[in-house]
């Protein structure tokens, strides 16, 4: 089992919609979580950071945390054709300082 | 202006031939990290340091050196390289208080190996 899965996609969704994005971990202990945005061709960017269960809103994004089940989401509201890219989501494992990607979800925001 | 720098940005060399890819960043950073992106298989970390000449294997460590002798600077170092090393790879750096914060990452190094 990876330590860190995400839906494959690619995820297609219109302009002005929700974009929802998942992320499952595998080490319950896991400490912290974070969500990067990586453009083609172009190096990851920090998006999100959460470390405590519940939601955390940043302009029209919203990371979701819910430790018990082991999952980590990501929302895009009011979705762009600028947020056309692949988001990776990564995790801290437990009693490690190793970060662990998953292989990314890309989008596509269709005018 | 707060940056990870890498060089070079791309390399294109031969079997066996001995290289070194630098990293450095300005934001006085304890960790720094090295990653191999490959399609399909996202993000892997090769080898990480949480100071100076404290370093540890990550999930790819085969094949790959590093060293850290100053804070600023963390180089990955390739012996002797083999064809399955052509990867783009990604330096990043972050604050570290008993675990690694959110990561800045250096623009890539595209290298293959002939």
């Known amino acids: 089992q990876k330590e860190v899965e995400q839906n494959s996609g690619p995820l297609s969704v219109p302009e002005g919609a929700i974009a929802s994005l998942n992320c499952t971990y595998s080490d319950r202990g896991s400490q912290s979580f974070f969500w990067y945005r990586q453009y083609s061709g172009k190096s990851p960017e920090l998006i999100m950071f959460i470390y405590s269960n519940g939601d955390k809103e940043d302009g029209r994004f919203t990371a979701q945390l819910n430790k018990a089940s082991q999952y980590v989401s990501l929302l895009i509201r009011d979705s762009q054709p600028s947020d056309s890219a692949t988001y990776l989501c990564?995790?801290?494992?437990?009693?490690?300082?190793?970060?662990?990607f998953g292989a990314g979800t890309t989008v596509t925001v269709r005018a | 202006e707060a940056q990870v720098t890498q060089n070079p940005r791309y390399l294109i060399t031969v079997t066996g031939k001995k290289l070194t890819v630098t990293c450095s960043q300005n934001m006085n950073h304890e960790y720094m990290s090295w990653y191999r992106q490959d399609p399909g298989l996202g993000l892997r970390q090769i080898y990480y340091?949480?100071?100076?000449?404290?370093?540890d294997k990550g999930d790819v460590p085969e094949g790959y050196k590093v060293s850290r002798k100053e804070k600023r600077n963390f180089p990955l170092i390739l012996e002797s390289p083999s064809p399955n090393q052509t990867s783009l790879y990604f330096c990043?750096?972050?604050?570290?208080?008993?675990?690694?914060?959110?990561?800045?990452f250096g623009p890539g190094t595209r290298l293959t190996v002939t």
């Open positions: 340091s949480m100071n100076v000449e404290v370093t």
């Open positions: 990564a995790v801290n494992i437990r009693n490690d300082y190793k970060l662990s």
């Open positions: 990043a750096s972050s604050l570290f208080q008993g675990r690694p914060y959110e990561q800045y």
